[in-house]
């Protein structure tokens, strides 16, 4: 079992690193969260450790060795607790995790269906299958200090400000614009600016 990997970072791709040790190179699959922190951090024939994931993907006739990479036992930790969800296997779990676990640890905790079923792969089902079995458990990753994460909710809570105050000038009580703000925001986690917010919470308003 490859619980460790140190060497020579030869390639990065998509979703996947070559790492050369000793002469031996190995494919390790990534999360998009982790190759986010390589690329921030390290750059190509540098030297990296990374802590693996070691399963076998069975198929028929054979049985396929695959490593998945990860910064920390930290990061390696919450992926074991993420598989642990009936229908979330290795590969699935590889993809979903495209934002910061501290993040998508805070969502299960929260019971946040529309930012879980936005992750790659996961959808409304498996989101709440996943705070059915895990909230209440991952508590300690929310700790984790990730800059993309504080950096984003920084930005975020600007968006919101200006949401608030534009919905303030249209004459809407501060209660009622915040809990318009809220319902968009749960809605479509990944709005990005204050217009795409004020036009989210205007479509919320025109279905009712």
Request: neutral net charge.
């Amino acid at each position: 079992m490859i619980t460790r990997l140190e060497g020579r970072l030869v390639e990065k791709k998509e979703n996947r690193l070559i790492l050369e040790v000793q002469g031996i190179y190995y494919e390790i699959l990534a999360p998009p969260t982790v190759m986010r922190a390589l690329e921030k951090n390290q750059r190509e024939d540098e030297k990296i450790s990374l802590v693996t994931f070691h399963y076998h993907q069975l198929e028929p006739n054979r049985s396929i060795p695959v490593l998945i990479g990860f910064n920390n036992e930290i990061e390696k930790e919450f992926f074991e607790y993420f598989i642990s969800v009936s229908g979330v296997g290795p590969r699935t779990a590889v993809k979903a995790l495209n934002l910061p676990i501290a993040k998508i640890a805070r969502a299960i905790d929260e019971g946040d269906l529309g930012l879980l079923s936005s992750l790659p792969g996961i959808g409304k089902q498996k989101a709440k299958e996943i705070i059915a079995k895990l909230q209440g458990k991952v508590g300690k990753f929310g700790l984790i200090r990730d800059e993309e994460f504080w950096e984003e909710k920084s930005e975020k809570e600007d968006i919101q400000k200006e949401a608030l105050a534009v919905l303030s000038q249209l004459q809407y009580k501060k209660y009622e614009a915040e809990r318009m703000i809220k319902e968009a925001l749960e809605r479509n986690p990944g709005i990005e600016t204050t217009e795409e917010l004020l036009n989210e919470i205007y479509r919320q308003k025109s279905q009712r």
